[in-house]
């Protein structure tokens, strides 16, 4: 079996016995509603797709193993309030999704993520520095400016794939107006050639900045507002 999508407790009984207890072959793994405790994620050791964004139950030890899927591309999770440190043994992750989880901070090891190329967010996250070693990194949605430090602002200049940034300008509903913070933003703008700006409190709505649109290019980014 090479897929699995579990839904419900009496569907979940059923997969799990039909596996066998062998686990080992399975590429996508999906769970959704009220499915109980998931097999430990060191079963699945073929892993490539990873998507328990819709699992009511998930619990943060429900994915304390997760380093163990090396072979992992895509991650959705959600409800969790933290992400283990072995997550950077996921080389070959190439998407996380944590839009929907309460996690604050992610950990150190998440700079070693050199194949990550889209990382989704949710609000009020501090990175960690070096994000500028994550040199495959394509898309950055909901990047929290007031949790994360002015050097780190400088850091996304660095990351040439660039071209999809949300930046998320507010903390608690003020603005985070530090003059420092703003020229390291337009500095690092400058050096990227982004196709759209995502402006989280204008109902994500993308601001293009491709050649391929109306719009003025991004060298021109100070012309657009944050909020």
């Known amino acids: 079996m090479r897929r699995i999508s579990v839904q419900g407790n009496c ?6 016995h039909g596996t066998n207890g062998d686990l080992s072959h399975v590429r996508s793994l999906t769970v ?11 079963n699945f050791r073929m892993l490539r797709v990873l998507d328990l964004n819709d699992y009511l139950n998930i619990e943060d030890d429900d994915i304390d193993d997760m380093g163990s899927l090396i072979h992992l591309r895509y991650s959705r999770v959600r409800n969790v309030s933290k992400i283990p440190s072995q997550i950077g043994k996921l080389r070959l992750l190439q998407t996380l999704d944590l839009t929907w989880t309460t ?3 992610l950990p150190a090891t998440l700079v070693q993520l050199r ?3 889209h990382v989704m967010l949710p609000r009020g996250v501090k990175l960690p520095d070096g994000i500028s070693n994550m040199v495959s990194l394509e898309e950055i949605n909901n990047f929290s400016v007031a949790y994360n430090s002015a ?4 850091e996304i200049g660095k990351l040439t794939k660039l071209k ?3 930046v998320d300008w507010f903390s608690d509903g003020r603005l985070c107006d530090d003059g420092i913070f703003m020229t390291n933003m337009v500095s690092s703008l400058s050096k990227l050639t982004l196709r759209s700006l995502v402006r989280p409190l204008s109902a994500l709505i993308p601001v293009s ?4 649109s109306s719009h003025p290019p991004a060298q021109n980014f100070g012309t657009y507002s944050f909020g």
Do not use: H
Request: net charge positive; charged share 30%; no cysteine.
């Open 164 to 166: 999809v940034l949300g």
């Open 115 to 117: 194949q990550l190329v």
């Open 151 to 154: 050097e780190l602002l400088l």
């Open 32 to 42: 959704f509603g009220g499915a109980k405790k998931i097999p430990l994620l060191m």
């Open 11 to 16: 569907e979940e009984r059923k997969l799990w």
């Open 103 to 105: 996690v604050k901070e």
């Open 209 to 212: 900045l491709g050649s391929r």
